[in-house]
């Protein structure tokens, strides 16, 4: 379902629903949300220190997101950041007031977990650069391409070329996010759906073996089959073992891959390192790869 994009003057929220953010990181944010001429109101308890990873409990958490959806005025809830924690009260959301008053939802990492939920309920929602990541010189072009995203402007990915790339081209919904929570959907009630649309997947802090079995989990679970296309973002400092696994990411990636035909594209700018571009979870797209250069444009 379409949502309504931002104009000037809207009132939008940030909360916490995972990890912790310190207060000097959340000032700067709002103070460019602001530029963009933006109303914003933070989370009441944001900075809540009654646990020593998560920002708050499960429920000041939980509390804090509900609130949010459930507010006729707000037009965007922006996560402040990832981390660890959006499961542990995602099945306790009421989205009835969401439905009532849709709104977008921005994030990624660990914020895939609700892009998968929403995309379940029928909405679009962003997967982009988070609060946590403006104090990042580097991530300058990834804020902007949020800017953009949230205001409606056209919005278009373009990824090297890669030697790795399965040439072809493919018109579909856009769903995924972080590999790691898209096999954590398994067998819960916000399971992963990718049957005929190009999947994005991309990963941080991983070994190559566990990469490995993680698409293996996928594609055990019939959800490499029916793709129309896979796109592979960033892979950020993924080690190996002291016995080395053998196959870089690209060969274990296509290696999943080889009994299928849809395209497959390497190198886009999607994750834990800049830049992360903003893309519209759930929305249908153009997805080109070739040798030299890859690209999806949003409709």
């Not at 493919?170 to 769903?175: F, G, L, N, R, S």
């Not at 060969?251 to 080889?258: D, F, M, V, Y």
């Not at 070739?290 to 409709?299: A, H, R, T």
Request: charged share 25%; aromatic share 10%; net charge negative.
């Amino acid at each position: 379902m379409d949502l309504m994009y931002l104009s000037k003057g809207d009132l939008i929220g940030i909360t916490a629903p995972a990890g912790k953010i310190k207060e000097e990181s959340l000032s700067l944010a709002v103070s460019v949300l602001e530029s963009w001429g933006l109303v914003v109101n933070s989370a009441k308890n944001i900075f809540s220190d009654t646990h020593g990873y998560f920002a708050g409990t499960d429920e000041e958490r939980r509390q804090d997101f509900q609130e949010m959806l459930d507010d006729p005025n707000l037009k965007a809830i922006i996560c402040a950041r990832g981390g660890y924690g959006t499961t542990r009260f995602i099945d306790q959301l009421d989205f009835t007031g969401y439905l009532k008053f849709p709104k977008w939802i921005v994030g990624f990492s660990d914020v895939t977990a609700l892009h998968l939920k929403l995309h379940q309920l029928g909405f679009e929602s962003i997967h982009s650069v988070m609060p946590i990541q403006f104090t990042k010189p580097d991530h300058k072009e990834s804020i902007e391409s949020l800017r953009r995203m949230l205001f409606g402007e056209r919005t278009q990915l373009k990824a090297k070329g890669s030697s790795f790339n399965r040439i072809g081209s493919t018109t579909a919904q856009v769903v995924g996010g972080n590999l790691t929570l898209l096999v954590d959907s398994l067998g819960t009630s916000t399971e992963v759906q990718t049957h005929g649309k190009i999947l994005v997947i991309e990963e941080v802090d991983e070994y190559r073996y566990k990469i490995d079995r993680m698409l293996n989990q996928l594609k055990r679970a019939n959800k490499l089959h029916q793709l129309a296309g896979l796109i592979v973002g960033h892979m950020t400092d993924i080690h190996d073992t002291e016995n080395s696994f053998g196959q870089t990411v690209e060969e274990l990636t296509l290696e999943k891959a080889a009994d299928f035909a849809y395209p497959v594209g390497f190198n886009f700018p999607i994750g834990h390192e800049a830049p992360n571009y903003a893309w519209r979870h759930g929305a249908i797209a153009s997805f080109t790869v070739g040798k030299d250069k890859s690209s999806l444009v949003f409709e």
